[in-house]
């Protein structure tokens, strides 16, 4: 048992060194314990396509297989105002890396998936679910080491989410962004009400480096009013004349999600 055990840390932490930056990867191997991954999957879909087999598959037969392997809760949403064609977002919990690697053949292994899934699993090419899939895997950073949901979000109240993007032009810069999240951000985000879900550093995926994280709030207008409070809070203003910040966001993506009635977020 030990040796099975041994075995199962040492190639989770020689993944875990494969794929992170180059700073995480160097640091104490302990650097990441206790921080949730993330698996942010986006489905993009053909113009004018519906996707009431992806939302049959992900409520029936995905989220709760997931929440069966432990990920909860689990976020889909999909986008207010799309500029392009219609896309599913989901969001994964991962309580470790090895959660996330072992996750495919554990699904496979579920009857229960398999069959609630099956439609969706075995459709045709003449009906596909969707035109491609987007998918990233986030490091929790430690400032927020688990996903988070205000009280409105777990009751399923009217809620709006913002899922921002900060990509940044070196790798160096992008870690910076993330110490300077750590060093009051986040704790300035929840101050002014601004409803965190997660911060994750992206460290597989395409258009690296880059952080995602996800605000939220009841409605529009009041995520507005938080924001405006952010920018006005006297510690939002000491990190931001900070030189060694400078520069470390050379674009932002945000779009506006709503979530499905099924969303566990």
Not at 210 to 224: F, G, I, P, Q
């Amino acid at each position: 048992m030990k040796r099975r055990t041994f075995l199962k840390t040492s190639l989770a932490t020689s993944a875990l060194a494969g794929v992170l930056p180059a700073r995480l990867a160097t640091a104490d191997e302990t650097s990441a314990a206790g921080r949730e991954y993330y698996e942010l999957r986006v489905y993009r879909l053909k113009p004018g396509a519906d996707h009431d087999l992806l939302d049959s598959y992900l409520e029936k037969a995905l989220i709760p297989a997931l929440n069966r392997l432990g990920s909860r809760p689990v976020g889909v949403f999909t986008e207010i105002e799309p500029k392009e064609a219609q896309s599913v977002y989901v969001l994964v919990p991962y309580p470790t890396l090895e959660a996330f690697g072992t996750v495919g053949a554990r699904l496979k292994a579920d009857t229960a998936y398999l069959q609630a899934g099956a439609e969706y699993l075995q459709t045709p090419k003449t009906k596909p679910a969707w035109d491609r899939i987007d998918t990233w895997l986030l490091l929790a950073f430690a400032g927020m080491p688990k996903l988070e949901q205000p009280a409105y979000s777990r009751e399923k109240k009217p809620r709006v989410f913002e899922l921002r993007r900060y990509y940044s032009y070196s790798e160096e810069k992008g870690q910076k962004k993330v110490d300077m999240f750590n060093a009051g951000e986040i704790d300035t985000m929840r101050e002014v009400g601004l409803g965190p879900i997660f911060y994750g550093q992206a460290i597989v995926g395409n258009g690296l480096p880059h952080l995602d994280y996800m605000v939220s709030a009841e409605n529009r207008d009041a995520h507005k009013e938080h924001w405006n409070a952010f920018g006005n809070h006297p510690v939002w203003k000491k990190l931001q004349a900070d030189p060694q910040y400078a520069d470390t966001v050379s674009h932002i993506e945000n779009p506006f999600l709503a979530p499905t009635a099924y969303s566990q977020i």
